[in-house]
């Protein structure tokens, strides 16, 4: 699935994500941060835009177009939920954004 910060969320089943990886050259273009060993990712806003808008139109393009646009940060985040990732290897200032936004999302934190 890909979300904001906002958890405003696009999910997409395993043949749309492929369409999506397909069409953007795997957003690669976009990719800010993303885990070695799965598909979750850190995707800068604009660029994913523009990269979507270059991409042949697919089912779920004008959602991710308007999920980045009206995305409240820069970035907007990408979890693989068919992957079962620890995210071990993803070792750069980003893995910490992308987890304290799940983290975020999934509720508030008890006692830390
Ligand atoms: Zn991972």
Redesign the pocket.
């Known amino acids: 699935m890909v979300f904001d910060a906002d958890g405003e969320e696009v999910v997409l089943d395993a043949t749309e994500a492929r369409d999506l990886l397909a069409l953007t050259g795997g957003l690669e273009d976009a990719t800010v941060s993303a885990?070695?060993?799965?598909?979750?990712r850190i995707l800068a806003v604009v660029a994913l835009a523009d990269l979507l808008d270059a991409a042949p139109a697919f089912a779920r393009s004008v959602e991710l177009v308007e999920l980045a646009d009206d995305a409240p940060t820069l970035h907007v985040y990408v979890r693989?939920v068919s992957?079962r990732?620890?995210?071990?290897?993803?070792r750069d200032p980003g893995a910490e954004e992308w987890s304290d936004v799940v983290a975020q999302l999934a509720g508030p934190p008890i006692v830390r």
């Open positions: 885990c070695l060993h799965c598909r979750s693989d992957a990732c620890a995210h071990r290897a993803w």
